[in-house]
T-cell receptor
């Protein structure tokens, strides 16, 4: 059972450029989450997918951010016109369908974004 | 609003000491879930435990134990006979539990544990 994978692991970009990150969840997990973690803080929720449907978005997800999960498998997170404040670790997590409630989320290794 | 507070920013202990990491949560929900995750220096969050709000039984897993007390809204984590490999940042998290919920996690700010040889 392979874990959650994310690509790339590191991304350095100049302010104003667009970046896209990819997440491949555990295959039988239909729930997928994106979080952002800045230095010294806990992860903060960005958005949630159940299969291909994006069902919840945080207010942190400004209009420069967009996420997709076109076939209910992998997901992409795009940031347009990056700003220095976007520098953070972007984490993806997946979990089983909730038949009886919340299940533990399994996290990928993250993509560390540095905006210069 | 939901909130998780981990007041201990950093704890340093000598190997073989016992250490307790505190977690206090706030929620208006009567049903919720609590979690602990470990983030070692490699950066990947590792799931440790999930607890349902209606189950206040304490749990022990090897050197790890968890004490859940609804009366004080606390979910503390104890490592017995700590080891250098326990050095990491530990996060407590809370999840809502309504039907059709996303079950998104609300994390505390974490406690950095340093176990010295």
């Amino acid at each position: 059972d392979t874990g959650v994978s994310q690509d790339p692991r590191h991304k350095i970009t100049k302010r104003g450029q667009n970046v896209t990150f990819r997440c491949d969840p555990i295959s039988e997990h239909n729930r997928l989450y994106w979080y952002r973690q800045t230095l010294g803080q806990g992860p903060e929720f960005l958005t949630y997918f159940q299969n291909e449907a994006q069902l919840e978005k945080s207010r942190l997800l400004s209009d420069r951010f967009s996420a997709e999960r076109p076939k209910g498998s992998f997901s992409t997170l795009e940031i347009q016109r990056t700003e220095q404040g976007d520098s953070a670790m972007y984490l993806c997590a997946s979990s089983y369908p909730s038949g009886q409630g919340a299940y533990e989320q399994y996290f990928g290794p993250g993509t560390r974004l540095t905006v210069t | 609003a939901q909130k998780v507070t981990q007041a201990q920013t950093e704890i340093s202990v000598v190997e073989k000491e016992d250490v307790t990491l505190d977690c206090v949560y706030e929620t208006r929900d009567t049903t919720y879930y609590l979690f602990w995750y470990k983030q070692p220096p490699s950066g990947e969050l590792v799931f440790l435990i999930r607890r349902n709000s209606f189950d206040e039984q304490n749990e022990i897993s090897g050197r790890y134990s968890w004490n859940f007390q609804k009366s004080t809204s606390s979910f503390n984590f104890t490592i017995t006979a700590s080891q250098v490999v326990d050095s990491a940042v530990y996060f407590c998290a809370l999840s809502e539990a309504q039907m059709d919920s996303s079950y998104k996690l609300i994390f505390g700010s974490g406690t950095r544990l340093l176990v010295r040889p």
